[in-house]
C-alpha cells in the first residue's frame, strides 16, 4: 500500500478518486490549480460520503475521519512525498504531457505515476518523463465511488513490478482491475464511444427523437441508462475528445465524430456540466 496519495485534478473524476483512496484509510493531497475547483470536490465528496451513510455504506463516524485525510493544495510540489500520483486532469493530450513532465521533475524516486487518461497513449505520456517503467493507466469510471471497474494500461515501457503494484492497489480499494493494452480508446471507449456516436448520428438524421433512441437502448438493450443521457453524464467536449483521439489514433472513418456532437460542444452545449446537451438540467 502507498504512504500516501496525491491526485491531480479536481473535478469530476479527481475528486471521485480521492475519495475512494481516502476511504480505504490511505493519506490523500488533491492538487489543483483553482481554489475553487478543490472547494467544490470537498463539498461534493461530503454530500457522496452523506450519500453512502443513507443507503448503509458507512457509518456516519467515520465520515469525518475520510475528510480529514484528504488534504487540499494548489502546486504541484504538493506531490513530492506521494508514492502514488493519480493525474485526473482534462483528457486533453498537450496538458496531460505538460503535467507529467513537470511531474517527473517533483515526484519522489520509486513513485508511481498513473494517469486517469480515457484515451490517449501511456507510452506518449510515458515518454514526456525518464521513468516510462513507473507510468501507467488507472482509467476509473464515473462515478467513481460507485463505479467498480479500473482499466489498468500498461505503456510500451511499463514494468511489471509497477503493473503488479498498481494491479494490487486496485483491489486493496475495493475495485475490480482489468488489464488492457494501451490502444486508442482501450477497450470502455472503444466500445462505448462509437454507440453514443451513432446515436448522436441518429439525432441529426432525424431517425428518432432524443428521448425515443435513450428509450430504444434502454427497454431493447437492457441498459440502464440512454446513450445521449449517458453522453451528457460523461460530457460532450470529453466524448469529442475521445473520438477524435480514436479517429487520428486508428485511422479509421467508422470514430469519426459526428458533425452535430462538434456543433453542440461549439456551441457550449456539454450536458450536465453546462445545464444543456442533449437534455436541458
Known sequence: MPEQVAVIGAGQMGNGIAHVFAQSGLEVTMI????????????????????????????????????????????????????????????????????????????????ILATNTSSISITEIAARTKRPESVIGMHFMNPVPVMQLVEVIRGLATSDDTTARVLELTKTIGKTPVEVRDYPGFVANRILMPMINEAVYCVMEGVGTVESIDTVMKLGMNHPMGPLALADFIGLDTCLAILEVMHDGLGDPKYRPCPLLRTYVAAGWLGRKSKRGFYAY
Do not use: C, M
Request: charged letters at 30%; aromatic letters at 2%.
Open 32 to 111: 489543483d490549480v483553482s481554489p475553487k475547483a478543490l472547494s467544490r470536490a470537498r463539498t461534493v465528496i461530503a454530500a457522496n460520503l452523506d450519500r453512502q451513510i443513507k443507503k448503509g455504506a458507512l457509518q456516519s463516524a467515520d465520515k469525518d475521519a475520510v475528510l480529514a485525510r484528504i488534504k487540499s493544495e494548489q502546486a504541484l510540489d504538493a506531490a513530492e512525498a506521494a508514492s502514488l500520483v493519480v493525474e485526473a486532469a482534462t483528457e486533453n493530450r498537450d496538458l496531460k504531457f505538460k503535467i507529467f513532465s513537470d511531474l517527473d521533475a517533483v515526484a519522489r524516486s520509486g513513485a
